[in-house]
């Protein structure tokens, strides 16, 4: 890997101008390591979840042997625990200078995209591709839970509030799905909003509803990443509320043709969630 492996986020293609290359060109990739903002939320050492950063990429095209645009709908499995996250502009970036590329297969841009982000990310990268013979077959599906949107509460935090979330320790232990779609958070580095929504599957002490919802509201003025997001709610929850089991999901909304779709659970028996594109994705 180059230098640019450890450089910081500000040191990206992001909220720069930025020169569209065409052609082929994998050192447009810029990963970020994920270590620093786990130290800052005080994960260290061996990971206390496991999952997936499912993205999705809808503008994805290159050109066969005789010339001829090709397109397809990508997805890309980045694991959990790779070093790195790959910054999202580069990865547009990246998948832009197929355009003008010849592939003779789709077998061999698959292998080329699994190398060059398996590279990237420090871990083995999956990716599959969906062909338009085949766009007929995706399908819409929403979070399954209880909707915390229902709630009639007042609010004035729009900053994440750990102390916020509270559970009751003296019940019976309960296992619940609860959803919302007010998750919105902004990129680090240039402040634009990223809109999203959120399952949070849980075993434990039943986590109050009202002070949850309040809780999410409050990254609306928060500055992070989508995957630091979901590890910090996924940490403050199990600090403040204590669950045996838990399994944290947002569904962000594109920018750029990729969304982006953070999971993280400690759930043993845990299978990897749906990827059905939700209605404003």
Known sequence: ????????????????????????????????????????????????????????????????????????????????DSPFLIESKSFKLYLNSFNQTRVASTDELIQMLQKDLSAAAGAGVQVSLTLPEQFSELQFGELPGMLLDRLDIDVDQYEPVPSLLTANFDDAIVEERLVSHLLKSNCLVTGQPDWGSVQIHYVGPQ??????????????????????????????????????????YARYTRRGGLDINPWRTNFSTAQMPSNARHARQ
């Not at 640019?4 to 050192?27: C, D, H, I, R, V």
């Not at 949850?212 to 403050?236: P, T």
């Open 1 to 80: 890997m180059s230098d640019k492996t450890f450089a910081t986020p500000e040191q990206s293609a992001l909220g720069k101008a930025t020169t569209y290359e065409s052609e082929y060109n994998p050192g447009l990739l810029f990963p970020i390591p994920r270590l620093a903002k786990r130290e800052e939320i005080g994960v260290t050492g061996n990971l206390p979840f496991f999952g997936m950063d499912i993205w999705n990429g809808y503008e994805l095209s290159w050109l066969n042997q005789r010339g001829k645009p090709q397109v397809a709908i990508a997805r890309f499995l980045i694991p959990a």
């Open 207 to 248: 986590i109050d509803q009202e002070n949850l919802l309040r809780y999410l509201i409050g990254f609306r003025n928060h500055n992070e990443f989508h995957e630091q997001c979901v590890e910090r709610i996924f940490m403050d929850i199990m600090r403040q509320c204590k669950p045996q089991k838990l399994s944290v």
